[in-house]
């Protein structure tokens, strides 16, 4: 069963998220699950429209609960395609005011054994909307690939600006 997350809602600190989702066999979900420590991953409950519930994985999690196995947890430094290095970092570009201004340094990624997990850090440069470069920023990107298919998930895309977004960057990309 794959889900497709519609509307996705953090509940503040106790970490917990809630989303509505449509099923690949057109049933409808709503979903409650516990971020992890990794600030990435999640686990928790489906309750199906048809009032079966179901046990839910997101991020690194999802293929243990997909298929019963321990989902694969070892990422590891690994160097990016081309193609993966182009698609994420034009995902973090699209999050700018002047993506064209962009000048991105420092990038390093990790990927766990299947490649179907792959974590991004970099630092990126831009102009703001006054026209001024705003210095190097850290930045933290996650995609997955599903059947062939990469996909930069853009709730977990990260640029730093803020303290608190400092401090999930550097746990992120520390580690």
Do not use: H, W
């Amino acid at each position: 069963m794959r889900l497709k997350v519609r509307r996705l809602y953090t509940t503040g600190q106790d970490r917990v998220i809630s989303a509505t989702a449509q099923c690949n066999d057109g049933r409808t979900a709503t979903l409650r699950a516990r971020l992890e420590p990794d600030l990435v991953s999640a686990r928790g409950t489906a309750q199906m429209s048809d009032g079966t519930t179901a046990q839910v994985g997101v991020g690194k999690l999802a293929e243990g609960v997909e298929t019963g196995k321990p989902a694969p947890s070892a990422i590891v430094a690994a160097a990016l395609t081309s193609s993966e290095r182009s698609a994420i970092l034009e995902a973090v570009k699209s999050t700018l005011k002047d993506p064209y201004s962009a000048v991105i340094s420092s990038v390093s990624a990790k990927k766990n054994a299947g490649g179907t997990v792959i974590e991004v850090c970099g630092l990126i440069n831009a102009k703001n909307s006054f026209g001024a470069y705003v210095g190097n920023r850290p930045f933290f990107a996650f995609a997955t690939r599903t059947a062939g298919v990469l996909t930069v998930s853009p709730g977990i895309l990260t640029i730093a600006n803020e303290p608190y977004e400092l401090e999930f960057v550097r746990q992120k990309c520390s580690a």
